[in-house]
């Protein structure tokens, strides 16, 4: 997979066949990239788990996943995939959207259960591993949708929509859940905000009053909800993330470290060399010959 195809936060990409938004991209950590940042996108996601171990992350809830973990990612849900220590991990993404499972004219597979799953009234559970009720029932439709698309044969849609169908007729019916406690969705929409500020602003100059400003919060304020909702704080996220997308240039471009680093928001090559090897234990200039295809 080309990294830069991994776009963050709501992604704008277009995922497949615009006619038919289904597919899959396979991914190396840390061998494709460092990790994938916090993000979010309108179309479902499923992360197979295929070697090693890893960190997923959902809503701000930490799981950690290995080989045969299958995971399920609802639309407009934040999400990040990380190294478990120093292990690598190679996972499939299969992205693709909910339209392709919903009819023009409004029904009950809607009403009753795509909508109360978007909306989250209606849950499924996050993570399905090897041992778990129904996990082999589920990681079938999935291996079934692989499969076929190794060679992709005429009316190959109708059999991955199938299967799709097969998949969540199991969710909904063995392992989904309505009395639950709604989250605070709120909250997460705030923070959607800011992330998006980031994405769309990393390589300008950021101030935390700018920031603030955009969710209607005093620059305190802001600062406490941030590190209460991250871990982090903003500073610290936004270097990092700065420092990610450096990464992800060094291993893609041809371009000089100096204009990496002020692509990214750099305004100083000396504090961007400490900081990159202080992130990736070496140096921009290591990390590039390491990591970029011949």
């Known amino acids: 997979m080309n990294i830069l195809e991994y776009e963050n936060y709501q992604e704008k990409i277009s995922h497949g066949n615009p006619l038919f938004p289904y ?6 950590i840390p061998l494709d990239f460092s990790y994938v940042p916090i993000h979010w996108h309108d179309e479902m996601e499923i992360i197979y788990i295929k070697k090693g171990h890893g960190i997923i992350t959902v809503d701000f809830t930490q799981y950690q996943v290995s080989a045969g973990t299958l995971a399920l990612i609802i639309p407009g849900q934040l999400h990040s995939i990380e190294q478990y220590e120093n292990e690598s991990m190679e996972y499939e993404n299969i992205i693709f959207h909910p339209q392709i499972l919903l009819s023009k004219q409004t029904d009950t597979c809607s009403t009753d259960y795509f909508s109360p799953l978007m909306d989250g009234t209606l849950t499924i559970p996050v993570l399905y591993q090897p041992g778990d009720p129904y996990y082999k029932e589920i990681s079938a439709c999935v291996d079934a949708n692989d499969e076929i698309s190794k060679t992709n044969p005429p009316a190959y849609q109708l059999f991955i929509k199938s299967q799709l169908f097969m998949l969540f007729y199991i969710l909904f019916n063995k392992c989904s859940s309505r009395n639950v406690q709604k989250k605070d969705y709120k909250s997460l929409e705030k923070m959607k905000l800011i992330l998006k500020f980031v994405e769309n602003n990393y390589m300008e100059k ?31 996220y936004l270097n990092e993330y700065r420092l990610t997308m450096a990464s992800r240039l060094l291993i893609s471009s041809d371009s000089s470290i100096l204009d990496i680093a002020a692509e990214v928001g750099f305004d100083n090559l000396s504090y961007f060399n400490r900081s990159f090897k202080k992130r990736f234990q070496q140096t921009p200039r290591e990390y590039r010959k390491r990591y970029a295809q011949p």
């Open 206 to 236: 950021i101030t935390i009053e700018d920031v603030a400003k955009e969710v209607n919060l005093s620059q305190s304020h802001f600062m406490k909800y941030f590190k209460n909702t991250m871990g982090t704080s903003f500073i610290d």
């Open 23 to 28: 597919i899959t991209y396979l991914c190396s």
